[in-house]
């Protein structure tokens, strides 16, 4: 794996976490159940590509 293609997996594992950590403390702040639901899912799809970034790797 080249240099280049390592520093695009890097800035994605970076962008996945960022965006689980915004979705996570978003599910924190909610009321609605359902809403907590849906960002909680969008927590999970998130881990999962980050699982799948960091395999390449």
Known sequence: MS???LL???DAL????????????????????ALRQQVQ???NGNQKLFTQFYNLV
Not at 14 to 33: E, I, V
């Open 3 to 5: 240099p280049k293609e």
């Open 8 to 10: 695009y997996i890097e």
């Open 14 to 33: 970076g962008h996945t976490q960022f965006l689980m950590n915004q979705c996570r403390t978003a599910a924190s702040q909610l009321s609605d159940p």
């Open 41 to 43: 899912q969008l927590v």
